[in-house]
């Protein structure tokens, strides 16, 4: 929780003027049976009108401070808490963005979801009626016995009985009331990964006809928790007859005892009416103070797991200066081996191989291999077990973030853009890119087309997830993306996947014609992709069974001739001479 209270610091102020406000309120609200009792022992009882006036006046001005307490006490409140919730947001959405890919993997997004929508809302809730009421109810419950003791010993003891009965009832019911607040917003996160699940696989929902289906698992989620939250709720809602009936029992004695010291002459009626003021107050401020209480221990397991987020040790942290800027593009792994946090066995093991700058590497080899998680690496999206990763001789981990952000550009296998225009989501890579910059990196990555038929060009909107894009067409963009920031190293993740073979190869020669030469890594399923490059890497269930030009490969790696016979059956291929793997 002290990752939490720091954001509150800069609230201090407002953190104590709110309940101070309050404080005055509830003095006030004390103040005003005791007028009333006067009203009635001597105003009406001697017949005293200016008296009663006088004292109505007071009760019209004890109303108007209350109000102008109360009023102050909220804006108080409000600022704190709100202020407190914006920080708390910010910091956790910086936090989620600070998170490495290992991080990530261990974190579902829709738990984020939750933890930064609903969780810190619960928080802020939680938060203003603690500064109002946390002070108030328990001041008014004191103040109220406090001022019945004042009035008339024998009457107050029947609220000191009153009081343990209904903190046991109010209290008992939170007790059992609050984990189950836990469970509802766990079951939030459920119904949350559904949603997102739901809304982003909504296409292939449809393809497989299976609306019906995910209508009926999402009813039936959101039903569990309806049924769990009105069981809280009727928990809650009997706290209201049972202190009711508490009350009205404790109002019944309070008048019975009032009216025999009236008659005994030991108190007069305006005092009878004050008691019952009091114990009115008392009540109300009870209620309120129960479910305050629920309200908080519900907003303390909301920050509980908005801190869990604020505490999550970054898996990978960057050096704040490079040990030395690497020499050139040229990238190495050195004995390489990687596993997946909580996997269970390396995605990557014993890797070795040299690409000189400027060279194209061909990664190539069955679906899971570990394409995908070498070129990870070269990134330092994840950091290897063993073994040593570098750029220009440096070792990546050895290099600041943004050093090493320079140095790679990547095309992920999934085309992400974002909603906004064409030429925000290229920008991405270089902030200051021109729109001549823009236009030549649209050409090499064959996406022309795509930008000038688009009403608007490089303003044309995407919308999340580039919904009205085409496969092909956002995968086109996101290569025109990394080739803006013209890094050293280029890696392209199976992306020419969605391309007709035609534009894959046009897209190829563009990026090999490039200058100055990035070191480009293509990874493809398809050999044509990959068969022209200086170096193909051949890997197998995460070893690699095959490093050398296609020609060489054709000759020594297995696996390499099992790709081209089928993909290729028709080709004559040459005897295999001596097997490296
Ligand atoms: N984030 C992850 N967490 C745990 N395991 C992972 C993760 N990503 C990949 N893996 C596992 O690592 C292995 C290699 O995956 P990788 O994505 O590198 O394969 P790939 O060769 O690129 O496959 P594809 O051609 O299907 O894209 C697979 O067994 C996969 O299940």
């Known amino acids: ?120 809302n619960q928080v802020q809730t939680g938060l203003n009626m603690a500064l109002r009421l946390l002070l108030r109810s328990p001041f008014i419950v004191f103040g109220s016995m406090v001022m019945a003791f004042t009035i008339n010993f024998k009457a107050a003891l029947i609220f000191l009985a009153a009081i343990p009965l209904l903190a046991l ?28 699940e739901n809304l982003t696989g909504v296409r292939v929902i449809r ?23 009105e069981f809280v709720g009727r928990l809650s809602a009997a706290l209201n007859p049972l202190t009711y009936a508490l009350i009205n029992i404790a109002a019944i004695i309070l008048i019975y005892v009032g009216a025999i010291q009236v008659n005994s002459g030991a108190m007069q009626q305006g005092q009878v009416v004050a008691l019952y003021n009091y114990l009115a107050q008392m009540i109300v401020e009870l209620i309120k103070l129960a479910s305050l209480i629920i309200t908080i221990n519900r907003a303390l397991a909301c920050a ?29 792994f050195k004995n390489v081996t990687f596993t997946y946090p909580q996997a269970g066995a390396p995605a990557l093991s014993d890797i070795s191989f040299e690409a000189a700058a400027g060279s194209t590497v061909g990664i190539i080899g069955g679906t899971g291999s570990g394409k995908s998680s070498l070129a990870a690496l070269i990134a330092r999206f994840y950091d290897a077990d ?14 600041t973030q943004e050093e090493l952000r320079q140095q790679v550009a990547v ?49 044309f909107q995407i919308e999340q997830e580039g919904r009205n894009l085409s496969g092909g067409q956002k995968q086109r963009l996101t290569i025109a993306r990394a080739l803006v920031k013209q890094s050293p190293v280029l890696i392209m993740d199976d992306s020419d996947s ?41 890997l197998d269930d995460g070893r690699l069974v095959g490093k050398g030009q296609h020609q060489t490969l054709l000759q020594t790696c297995r696996v390499y001739r099992e790709i081209i016979r089928s993909q290729f059956p028709d080709w004559e291929l040459p005897e295999l001479e001596s097997e490296v793997d």
């Open 1 to 120: 929780m002290k990752n939490l209270s720091k954001y509150l610091a800069d609230y201090k102020k407002e953190s104590i003027l709110a309940p101070a406000f309050k404080l005055l309120e509830a003095l006030f609200d004390l103040l005003v049976p005791i007028v009333v009792a006067q009203i009635i022992d001597y105003g009406i009882k001697q017949h005293n009108q200016p008296y009663i006036f006088q004292q109505a006046g007071l009760l019209v001005l004890l109303a108007v401070l209350g109000i102008a307490s109360s009023v102050t006490a909220q804006w108080f409140a409000a600022k704190a808490s709100v202020g407190f919730a914006t920080k708390l947001r910010q910091a956790a959405f910086d936090k989620v963005e600070s998170l490495s890919f290992a991080n990530l993997d261990q974190t579902a997004p829709s738990t984020l979801i939750t933890r930064l929508t609903s969780d810190i």
């Open 169 to 196: 009832v109010v209290f008992g019911i939170m007790l059992v009331s609050i984990p189950l607040y836990r469970q509802v917003q766990a079951r939030l996160d459920e119904i949350t990964r559904l949603t997102n």
């Open 207 to 229: 393809a497989f006809g299976k609306e019906g289906a995910e209508v009926a698992k999402f009813d039936q989620k959101v039903a569990a928790m309806t049924k769990l939250n």
């Open 304 to 332: 509980d797991r908005v801190d869990q987020v604020l505490s999550i040790e970054p898996a990978q942290t960057y050096p704040e200066k490079n040990a030395a800027r690497p020499a050139d593009a040229s990238v190495s």
């Open 386 to 399: 063993a073994g040593e990763v570098a750029i220009g001789g440096q070792a990546v981990a050895d290099l």
């Open 411 to 459: 095309v992920p296998q999934k085309a992400q853009l974002f909603a906004g225009s064409i030429r925000d989501n290229l920008r991405l890579g270089k902030e200051a890119a021109s729109d001549q910059e823009l236009w030549n990196a649209i050409k090499l990555a064959q996406a022309s087309d795509v930008v000038e038929n688009k009403a608007g060009k490089l303003d």
């Open 498 to 538: 969605a391309l007709d073979l035609a534009t894959a190869a046009r897209l190829r020669q563009s990026v090999a014609a490039l200058l100055p030469k990035p070191t480009t890594f293509i990874i493809s399923q398809r050999a044509s992709s990959i068969m022209q490059a200086d170096q193909i890497l051949v």
